[in-house]
């Protein structure tokens, strides 16, 4: 049971969020991101002639690597302060997660630390991401789409 | 509980902060500065007990006492098992006591220690606390370089440590009385806005301290509450008023709103937080005006929101707890 009087005097005085600027500002990063990584895409399927999908591998590890590196030089949290889910959400945010938390448990050692806290944060997305990619894969075979 | 004391006096006093608090407006009250966030050592949790040590170091220089002078240490911080007070005390070779009522330390600290020195066990004795953005944050919350974008109403925990000479020889400022907090619960979850989690702390422990010395907010020169922030400041007023007709709008205010400049430093949201917070805003600037005289008298109230990252996770509510002192300058 909530106190009512104290909840609407926290409720008068709650800031409010600008959400709408928020998440402006992570459409547009992470639409530039989108196109940044297609034509990247595209790029590597005309310079070293790989097929689309082997392209979109080595696209991926080119973005792991930017943010894996601006994370460590210590400047992808203030982006991401910036863009916030523009950032956080494609798979840019998912290498930050893992160098971050590497930088921050290198001290307690390679296993109590480094390994055991690695995937602290990514370790959700792995989990909640393989279960959605089985269940949109069971829609797509019982509805008799794809292979 | 109101206790008043009769035989306790503040000696000296020390506060180390880190580049953050040296950025906001009390920069020049500070006695040292580290600018390096690690302080030059490997782990976040090092550099806290460095600067805790520092504090605690500076405090034997400015009271010219040697470390087997002090006859008790009382210190507590927001690292699990209160790590930081521990291995920063190991030098002193005192007996130490060690405290944790999260950002309520400091008071709970002087609360102690003065009950030891009026009864007379003791002469004198070091209450300490300390925090650190960094340690922390890997504690309660993400990685820290992570960053994770944070609502308006989260504070910022304080980098420091500060230090307290308690004494039972008369100096120019008096402990002259303490009321001891209790435990409250108003059904609160976030830990990203404490402001609402502690204002409810604060009040309980205003108004008992009020009650039980048959006083008014009148009495003092300024009531000053630990790091409530922007958002906790203004519900603690309203809440005063509604609740007890007790009027805070002449002079009142909070730790955690004077510790930074909002204009410049954006990153600290709502405000400053963490144990050392009000100890850096008390320690470098109140009672240096209570020893020049800007104040006669001021009530310090912590505030501590008491909780872990299991029991948020779990979903139970966010306790919180005040502690309070007022400190005289003597005639």
Known sequence: ?147 | MTHQFQNVYIDSYSTVCGPYEADGPLRKNFDKIHQDLYCGEDSWEQAEVHYLEDSLKLLLKKASLEKDDIEMVISGDLMNQITASCYASLFLNAPFLGIYSACATSVEGILVGSTFLENGTINNCITACSSHNLSSEKQFRNPTEYGAPKPKTATFTATGGASLLLTRKKTKIKVESGTVGKMVDFDQTDPLHMGAVMAPAAADTIYQHLKDLKRSPSDYDLILTGDLGLYGREILKEYMQKTYEIDLSQNYNDCGCLLYDYEKQKEVNAGGSGPVCSALVNYSTILKGLEDGTYKRVLLVATGALFSPTTVFQKDHILSIAHAVSLEATK
């Open chain 1, 1 to 147: 049971m909530k106190n009512k009087k104290y909840e609407a005097i926290v409720k008068k005085h709650q800031p409010k969020e600008k959400r709408m600027q928020h998440g402006l500002v992570a459409f547009l990063v992470g639409g530039v991101l989108g196109v940044c990584g297609e034509l990247l895409l595209e790029g590597y399927v005309n310079w070293f002639d790989l097929s689309r999908s082997e392209a979109s591998v080595y696209m991926l590890v080119t973005f792991i690597f930017i943010a894996s590196l601006c994370t460590a030089l210590g400047f992808f949290d203030k982006l991401v302060n910036f863009a916030r889910c523009g950032l956080l959400i494609p798979i840019t945010g998912f290498a930050h997660s893992m160098t971050s938390a590497a930088i921050e448990y290198r001290k307690e050692g390679p296993v109590y630390g480094l390994g055991s806290n690695l995937f602290k944060l990514a370790g959700t997305v792995i989990l909640y991401g393989v279960v959605s990619a089985w269940f949109f894969g069971m829609i797509r075979f019982l509805l008799g789409i794809g292979g």
